[in-house]
């Protein structure tokens, strides 16, 4: 099983418009925290996630938080 590349050791702080978004679990986007596409050739994908309103979010980049796509603090254990 591939392992995801640690993107940054901290949270990405984003505002989140309504929609549909996929948040990038194998470190190699370069749009973090979004999936563009380089998890071709691993087995590891993109997770959906879908923001109902207007909302605040702290999206995981070291790609070990236990609740994916949001931040749970493990890039403190990192």
């Not at 679990?25 to 993109?46: E, L, V, Y």
């Not at 909302?55 to 609740?67: D, E, G, T, V």
Request: glycine fraction near 8%.
């Amino acid at each position: 099983m591939d392992k995801p590349l640690i993107a940054a050791k901290n949270p990405a702080m984003l505002n989140l418009e309504p929609g549909e978004y996929y948040w990038c679990a194998c470190g190699r986007s370069s749009n973090q925290p979004f999936c563009d596409g380089p998890h071709h050739g691993t087995s590891i994908t993109p997770v959906a996630f879908k923001a109902d309103k207007g909302q605040q979010a702290f999206l995981c980049l070291c790609k070990h938080s236990s609740n994916k796509p949001f931040c749970d603090g493990s890039h403190n254990n990192l």
